[in-house]
T-cell receptor, first 114, second 111 residues
Framework: GAVVSQHPSWVICKSGTSVKIECRSL??????MFWYRQFPKQSLMLMAT?????????EQGVEKDKFLINHASLTLSTLTVTSAHPEDSSFYIC??????????FGNGTRLTVT | DAKTTQPNSMESNEEEPVHLPCNHS???????IHWYRQLPSQGPEYVIH???SNVNNRMASLAIAEDRKSSTLILHRATLRDAAVYYC????????????FGEGTQLTVNP
């Protein structure tokens, strides 16, 4: 079946640095990918919709200059957390949309900012 | 997005059936009912979806009320590996449409 791969699965970084998270659709082309964030004991919150070849659409309250999204190909979207701070520590999850198919999710990236 | 309502938590015993309810009284005619589950520290996993008729697959069954204002996810024989948060989500079946997650039901399976 379709698989979405997310890398890295966990990362620890120092406050003020930037971190890039990759999301790949392994056996299908995804024109649209979604980025979610999940804090402990909470549900997933949609951050942005990533469209191949165009600018991402951000949800209300999500800073586009802080969470940079690039969807340069049909199989890869990246989320860069710029100038990370401890409050950005969270579980980041991507998903990819395939025509006439349920969404497929990556296994998430645990970000810890020290 | 139309809203769904689920119990915060449910408990079951291993090898017994589990019925997870979901209310979606404001569902529109084009909304499909999707169920996903999330195990600890993992991304959500697709379980099943349907529009009007009941659906069965290898993981579960989905029973949809005639008026479509509620549905029930049925796990026929719960195992310890079924312990997860189960999300009932409405989604327009258009290519690229997003999912909006509610709080879901935390299912505990007792040995």
């Amino acid at each position: 079946g379709a698989v979405v791969s997310q890398h890295p699965s966990w990362v620890i970084c120092k406050s003020g640095t930037s971190v890039k998270i990759e999301c790949r659709s392994l056996d299908f082309q995804a024109t649209t990918m979604f980025w979610y964030r999940q804090f402990p004991k909470q549900s997933l919150m949609l951050m942005a919709t990533s469209n191949e070849g165009s600018k991402a659409t951000y949800e209300q309250g999500v800073e586009k200059d802080k969470f940079l999204i690039n969807h340069a190909s049909l199989t890869l979207s990246t989320l860069t957390v710029t100038s990370a701070h401890p409050e950005d520590s969270s579980f980041y999850i991507c998903s990819a949309a395939r025509a006439n198919s349920p969404l497929h999710f990556g296994n998430g990236t645990r970000l810890t900012v020290t | 997005d139309a809203k769904t309502t689920q119990p915060n938590s449910m408990e079951s015993n291993e090898e017994e059936p589990v019925h997870l309810p979901c209310n979606h009284s404001t569902i529109s005619g084009t909304d499909y009912i999707h169920w996903y589950r999330q195990l600890p520290s993992q991304g959500p996993e697709y379980v099943i979806h349907g529009l009007t008729s009941n659906v069965n697959n290898r993981m579960a069954s989905l029973a949809i009320a005639e008026d479509r204002k509620s549905s029930t996810l049925i796990l026929h024989r719960a195992t310890l590996r079924d312990a997860a948060v189960y999300y009932c989500i409405l989604r327009e079946e258009t290519s690229g449409s997003r999912l909006t997650f509610g709080e879901g039901t935390q299912l505990t399976v007792n040995p």
